[in-house]
């Protein structure tokens, strides 16, 4: 990768990292004008565009499209998993995805593991209502619909 790409991946992953994800989404996209790169830059593309409700389609695509496109290698797979494991309605089919990585003994089982805990934790969270997220999100609300009293 030529020393450019790999100094403003750099500056991309620090605005990540940092929470201005708007500013990193702006910076990949200006840094892959024609769309995502090949391989595994194309992982890191994809899960910071799939951030912007905007583009989880085209994000979901995109990975979609890397698994099938290096089918032998479990990493696009686990990538995949874990982005469907952030909304519900793709749960189950990231639990389809993360059954199948564990029975593969080229996936990092580690990384597996920690994917099925991710889905578990929020499959867990949704069915109780009680739990901190869900405490946070009518917290959310709440103070939500007093500002809009006031």
């Not at 991710?118 to 949704?126: G, L, P, W």
Request: hydrophobic share 35%; aromatic share 4%; glycine share 4%.
């Amino acid at each position: 990768m030529a020393t450019r790409v790999r100094l403003k991946m750099a500056t991309v992953r620090r605005l990540a990292q940092s929470n201005q994800t708007p500013a990193a989404i702006n910076a990949i996209r200006e840094l892959f004008p024609d769309g995502a790169p090949p391989a595994e830059l194309g992982i890191e593309y994809f899960q910071l565009i799939g951030q912007s409700p905007e583009s989880k389609g085209e994000a979901r695509q995109g990975l979609t499209n890397l698994t099938k496109q290096y089918p032998e290698d479990p990493r696009y797979r686990l990538a995949l998993a874990k982005f469907l494991s952030r909304e519900e309605t793709t749960r189950a089919e990231a639990k389809r995805l993360v059954a199948a990585l564990e029975r593969d003994p080229e996936a990092d089982q580690e990384q597996v593991k920690a994917v099925e805990q991710r889905v578990e934790r929020k499959v867990s969270s949704q069915a109780n209502p009680n739990s901190s997220e869900q405490r946070a999100a009518r917290l959310r609300k709440e103070g939500d619909a007093a500002l809009a009293d006031d």
